[in-house]
């Protein structure tokens, strides 16, 4: 058998690859420095929580990417659509939600096929999230 054909061995994580818990930290802080800013946004997030609400992102990520459970051990399943039932999202926030994210994504510098399948999964969550076309 060549070296070619041998099974390859475990890989690491999307997580541990593109630099785990601390990257993903940078990554949802500066997302919430522009939600921060976000007449339409800002409003979804109550002003005593945006910790909470920075925690529960930072978890979430790094849990669908493989880093620890701790989210899913602490809120249980993720259920994202029923969660966001009680927001507004239209396509304007969805647009606005993606605008600050990719300014978030591109200060990270990831190589481009982790960019590229970061921002892949972002796009097709922001779109899943619309519950309303209203205004």
């Known amino acids: 058998m060549s070296d070619a054909a041998a099974p390859a061995g475990p890989v690491d ?19 919430y420095e522009g939600i921060e800013h976000d007449e339409v ?18 978890a979430f990520l ?14 249980g399943h993720p259920r994202l659509r029923m969660r966001h039932m009680p927001f507004k999202v239209n396509p304007d926030a969805r647009d606005r939600w993606l ?25 097709r969550a922001a779109h899943a999230m619309v519950n309303t076309f209203e205004e």
């Open 13 to 31: 994580p999307f997580f541990t690859q593109v630099g785990g818990h601390d990257t993903f930290v940078r990554l949802v802080r500066r997302f």
């Open 62 to 75: 790094e849990q669908y990417w493989g880093g620890p459970t701790t989210y899913s051990e602490q809120r």
């Open 41 to 58: 946004l800002r409003p979804m997030y109550p002003d005593d929580d945006m910790e909470g609400a920075i925690w529960r992102l930072t």
């Open 99 to 123: 605008h600050h994210m990719r300014a978030a994504v591109d200060e990270l510098a990831l190589p481009p096929m982790h960019e590229e399948a970061l921002w892949d999964y972002l796009q």
